[in-house]
């Protein structure tokens, strides 16, 4: 069988598969919203 995708288990097939979502679209789809307690460790792309 011939396959034009990666070879399973790659670094190439995970990046055909999963694309790179930009830090800036993920802290901006969901901000921090300042409650007046603690500080918040991660944003939202950390999670």
């Known amino acids: 069988m011939n396959s034009d995708l990666p070879a399973p288990g790659t670094a190439a097939l ?10 800036d679209f993920l802290n901006e789809g969901w901000p921090h ?15």
């Not at 995970?14 to 830090?23: A, C, G, K, M, S």
């Not at 919203?33 to 999670?47: C, F, K, P, V």
Request: hydrophobic share 30%; aromatic share 8%; no cysteine.
């Open 14 to 23: 995970l990046e055909l598969r999963n694309p790179f979502v930009p830090d």
């Open 33 to 47: 919203r300042h409650t007046g307690g603690r500080r918040q460790e991660y944003s939202a792309a950390h999670l």
